[in-house]
């Protein structure tokens, strides 16, 4: 597959990973497709991608809602004729123990709630679900040449604090290799999966924390540094344009150790 002409759908793209993969695809000579639900953002990088001169639209889109999906799918169909590679980025989180207690009295004097445990594994796992599905449906049935990637997380080895995002991100992890199983079952060689799993990457909240803070989780990263957003959007395109790739996820993290500050955001 070549990056130039393809039609790409990213979610959550307007922002972080999912803005500089549109950015760096839409440099490449990509027809891109932005969705997320924070429009007046997607507006700005939409047209910071069409004033450098790429093509890109902007489409206003919860991924957790099917029909918004459905139509976000038909919009990049509808605009460019085709569908060719679609980057199920969007993703929130909710950090918190499921249980804290006090240092005190050792009674518990919070929890994580309900809402935030389902929010997450609503918005990262099942809108996740929804836009592989509506992507599938329609390489499928027009017969395009595509690939669907997934984000997931280093965090799916676990994190205390993140038994809602990892739970999520260890599930879309395996996705790969159940999809291309499918796939293969039914005779659809058309689709290609894959996830890319990102480690501490310079995204605006990692930027932002406390500097301090932030060296001692570089402690367990064999570069000693954050991963660029633009080195996550090269692996999408080596994904793309690599026809090999398939049913895997692929771990970009800079040689991430696992050790106990690995929490990734």
């Not at 993703?91 to 499921?98: A, H, K, M, S």
């Not at 809602?164 to 395996?174: D, E, I, L, T």
Request: hydrophobic share 45%; charged share 20%; aromatic share 4%.
């Amino acid at each position: 597959m070549e990056v130039k002409d393809s039609v790409v759908v990213i979610t959550g793209g307007s922002s972080g990973i999912g803005e500089a993969t549109g950015k760096y695809l839409a440099n490449l000579g990509a027809k891109v497709v932005l969705a997320d639900v924070n429009t007046q953002e997607l507006d700005r990088a939409v047209g910071e991608i069409v004033n450098s001169g790429g093509q890109a639209i902007g489409v206003s889109c919860d991924i957790t809602n099917d029909e918004q999906v459905s139509k976000l799918m038909d919009r990049a169909i509808e605009t460019h004729g085709s569908l060719n590679a679609v980057l199920a980025n969007a993703g929130i989180i909710r950090d918190g123990l499921v249980i804290n207690t006090d240092r005190e009295t050792g009674k518990v004097k919070r929890v994580m709630s309900s809402e935030d445990f389902r929010k997450v594994i609503d918005i990262n796992l099942t809108g996740t679900f929804i836009t592989v599905r509506e992507a599938a449906m329609r390489m499928v049935d027009h017969g395009f040449n595509g690939v669907i990637v997934m984000t997931s997380s280093v965090n799916k080895v676990g994190q205390v604090g993140q038994i809602n995002y990892a739970s999520a991100k260890a599930a879309v992890a395996m996705w790969p290799k159940l999809l291309s199983a499918e796939f293969h079952m039914k005779k659809i060689g058309n689709i290609r999966t894959a996830a890319i799993a990102p480690g501490y990457t310079a995204t605006a909240i990692l930027n932002n924390m406390n500097q301090d803070a932030l060296k001692a989780i570089l402690k367990d990263v064999h570069s000693q540094r954050l991963v660029e957003p633009d080195e996550i959007a090269k692996t999408m395109a080596f994904i793309m344009e690599n026809e090999a790739v398939d049913g895997t996820c692929i771990e970009v993290t800079g040689g991430i150790t696992y050790g106990p500050r690995a929490m990734v955001k």
